[in-house]
């Protein structure tokens, strides 16, 4: 089943015709209306005029979140603010936030490219769509809400917190989609378990589209086999709009919406473009957005592109799940470790639940990393013996996955926090 069938099934040549006459359009827009964008391809010594093929999108700058930053809170606008209708920004963690502005047509984008994503998963008038992503300043909360009411599912915008009045309120109102965290969906299976519930006894739950953190294939397992449903992949970010593409059925990578945004894999180390199937870091051109530009921005997400038609009819470029990123990449002992490695090491131990965190401290001139992990209840006991055996273990399967020797402290079930929103799975301590 397809949104848009004229575009999803395009041929991959006709696409890239599309793409390039939306990308000469897009920089010539930029280069005129914004000052930040024209003084950088300047710098680079390139005009839209040398933009002449698709390929030639390789001669324009890149661009990066420091640069959102650098020109908080209004500098990044080719539009009038009268035009802006919506601001969505960063929680700006590290440094300023970053800010970014919606036109109508902006706004009209993300809900079309949403309305296929979810229209790919399945989703349509039938459900009932519980959406437990924060709304408000976050983009995955007003994102999803929009693109699910406008395949005609009926929204339930329950937003993040008072968990078991979520629970009560899937089972009184049958809902049958879930949008959140990978990490909140396995607390509301904790928490449900808890309360006597059994997800396929007691749910009409039967899909659920996780995104805003990353999460593993063996995490994906792990859930279908508990609750017996499907878990849909999302991918999204808030300096491309918010969550926008999905996997299909057959969940072999995200579907992009080409029309709308052009994505390259980039070499880590150089900066050049790799051919599809190669891993690399991602950049995004986003062709049609119109309040600031989003030309070339390097992601720091670490993926591949598939250009080859997928086994549902759709011919758009799929991306594959996220495996790291280049700047929360932890380097322990020279070791290059994305804690992605860590969960999915995790997840394939049958004694472990499902919340862990990576603590990193420097002890004299030496790395020291430990991973905390939660045992399920059935494993905790007080035989010490039975313990360290199992630490033992979790201990051995992270040395082999991460190529370095790192502690392992096992924790009693409800023992780590718990997080409405984006798990945090990492605390590095050092001091450089």
Same mark, same amino acid.
């Given at each position: ?285 986003? @062709? !049609?957005? =119109? *309040? ?5 921005? /390097? #992601? ?8 080859? +038609? ?64 939660? @045992? !399920?209840? =059935? *494993? ?5 013996? /039975? #313990? ?8 051995? +399967? ?35």
């Amino acid at each position: 089943m397809y949104w848009n069938p004229r575009i999803e099934t395009m041929p991959y040549e006709e696409l890239q015709k599309l793409q390039y006459r939306e990308l000469k359009q897009n920089v010539y827009f930029h280069y005129t209306n914004n000052k930040f964008y024209h003084d950088r391809m300047k710098e680079a010594g390139v005009s839209p005029l040398d933009i002449n093929s698709l390929e030639d999108v390789r001669k324009l700058p890149f661009m990066f979140k420091q640069d959102l930053r650098d020109n908080y809170p209004d500098g990044m606008f080719s539009v009038p603010k009268n035009d802006i209708v919506r601001y969505h920004m960063s929680s700006g963690t590290s440094g300023k936030p970053t800010l970014v502005a919606y036109t109508r047509n902006d706004l009209e984008y993300w809900t079309e490219a949403l309305a296929r994503s979810f229209t790919s998963c399945g989703i349509g008038p039938d459900d009932i769509m519980q959406i437990s992503y924060g709304y408000g300043l976050f983009t995955g909360g007003l994102g999803a809400h929009y693109g699910a009411e406008r395949v005609g599912a009926t929204v339930l915008p329950a937003s993040t917190g008072n968990t078991q009045r979520q629970i009560e309120m899937m089972q009184d109102l049958g809902v049958t989609v879930i949008a959140c965290t990978p990490s909140y969906l396995t607390h509301l299976c904790t928490t449900a378990r808890a309360m006597g519930i059994d997800w396929r006894r007691d749910m009409k739950l039967k899909k659920a589209v996780l995104g805003a953190e990353p999460w593993s294939e063996s995490m994906r397992t792990k859930l279908q086999n508990e609750m017996g449903i499907r878990c849909y992949d999302i991918y999204g970010t808030s300096e491309q709009a918010g969550p926008m593409f999905t996997e299909c059925e057959y969940q072999k990578g995200a579907h992009i919406c080409g029309d709308i945004m052009l994505v390259e894999i980039l070499d880590r180390d150089t900066g050049e473009p790799l051919e599809p199937g190669n891993e690399g870091e991602m950049a995004i051109t986003m @062709l !049609k957005k =119109e *309040a600031m530009p989003m030309i070339r921005y /390097r #992601m720091r997400d670490v993926t591949t592109l598939n250009v080859e +038609e997928c086994e549902c009819g759709r011919t758009s470029p799929r991306i594959g799940r996220i495996c790291g990123r280049t700047d929360d990449m932890l380097i322990v002992r020279g070791i290059n470790v994305f804690p992605s490695q860590v969960e999915y090491a995790l997840m394939r131990i049958p004694e472990i639940g499902d919340q862990y965190m990576i603590v990193v401290t420097r002890e004299g001139d030496l790395d020291r990393m430990v991973v905390q992990v939660e @045992l !399920k209840p =059935e *494993a905790f006991t007080d035989n010490m013996a /039975r #313990m360290n055996s199992i630490r033992a273990h979790v201990e051995s +399967e992270l040395k082999r996955y991460l190529n370095i020797a790192v502690e392992v402290e096992l924790k009693a079930p409800g023992e780590l926090p718990r997080f409405d929103g984006k798990a945090k799975r990492v605390i590095d301590k050092r001091v450089y």
